[in-house]
């Protein structure tokens, strides 16, 4: 009598099951996903050195999704001392295709009230002194598109969970990245204003140029927890105050992530897969063999 045997799962199949489909960065007060289970800690190792932090990898609502803490747990890094070229390769290593960033920022204009979300479609650059901006360069040259820095497929995703959850959304804007760790002075937050941003933050920026380089959708939760300091009020808010705003941010952040995440369609119509495709400029011939080893995970297949 035969026996019969129950099919293998294919490689490929088994990798799809296992795979990670999301990223997800947390900022100031979100330092973790409540609502991910089996979890499981890794950490990665990339050629650009150590990540934050460990990154969190579970379940969230049927999916696979990897949490990093931006700032490492218990808020160890600056944004001047963030390794961003780690954190978004230890991303693109797992398999991640989008990542969902959550970043408290200040308010630069009256609408964008404490509590709110912005979805920025924008970013304007004030940092000086950032390390780590591309992983190119050393031999491999890359100019990649920037006009419109965020992903629309993944905000769209974003803003309509927002509203589902009935959490004050607004859709559209532009995040000004500033150096920090000192928050501005009035002066600059005048303007700022003067010229039309709408929140001001110290981190987003880096992450959103690096995902682009790595094919990796990104787009930003900015959590607004305050007024900049040109707000009138902006010296009466205590420090209890922001404190007890970051945490009702996280509270919200998780909400619309999750929500996302449950509603994620499984293929890409964006542009951001294909983010390289005309960016690589070097002669093919002339790259050095160490770039292109260390680059391997994000240009083998255009090599």
Aim: glycine share 6%; aromatic share 6%.
């Amino acid at each position: 009598m035969p026996v019969h045997r129950p099919k293998s799962k294919s490689r490929s199949h088994v990798e799809r099951a296992n795979a990670v489909e999301v990223g997800v960065i947390g900022g100031s007060g979100l330092y973790e996903m409540a609502e991910l289970a089996e979890k499981n800690e890794v950490a990665v190792s990339t050629p650009f050195g150590k990540p934050s932090d460990p990154l969190v990898i579970g379940t969230l609502r049927g999916r696979r999704v990897a949490f990093l803490a931006r700032h490492g747990r218990g808020h160890r890094l600056m944004p001047t001392e963030i390794n961003y070229r780690a954190n978004i390769y230890a991303m693109k290593k797992l398999g991640v295709e989008r990542i969902i960033s959550a970043s408290a920022v200040g308010s630069l204009k009256e609408e964008h009230q404490p509590l709110d979300i912005l979805l920025p479609d924008q970013f304007f650059d004030r940092t000086r002194y950032r390390e780590g901006e591309t992983f190119f360069g050393k031999g491999l040259v890359a100019h990649i598109s920037f006009a419109d820095p965020v992903c629309p497929q993944l905000c769209d995703l974003l803003e309509t969970s927002a509203r589902v959850e009935s959490i004050p959304i607004h859709r559209g804007g532009t995040y000004l990245c500033m150096e920090g760790p000192a928050f501005s002075t009035k002066a600059e937050s005048n303007v700022y204003r003067s010229l039309g941003m709408d929140v001001i933050g110290m981190t987003n920026l880096q992450e959103a140029k690096l995902a682009r380089e790595a094919e990796i959708c990104y787009a930003t939760l900015a959590l607004v927890t305050d007024y900049d300091c040109w707000h009138p009020e902006h010296d009466a808010v205590t420090v209890a105050q922001i404190i007890d705003n970051l945490n009702r941010n996280a509270v919200n952040a998780q909400k619309v992530i999750a929500a996302a995440v449950a509603d994620m369609p499984a293929q890409r119509i964006c542009k951001c897969g294909s983010a390289l495709s005309h960016a690589l400029l070097t002669e093919r011939s002339r790259i050095l063999p160490a770039t292109r080893r260390k680059l391997d995970l994000l240009v083998k297949k255009y090599l």
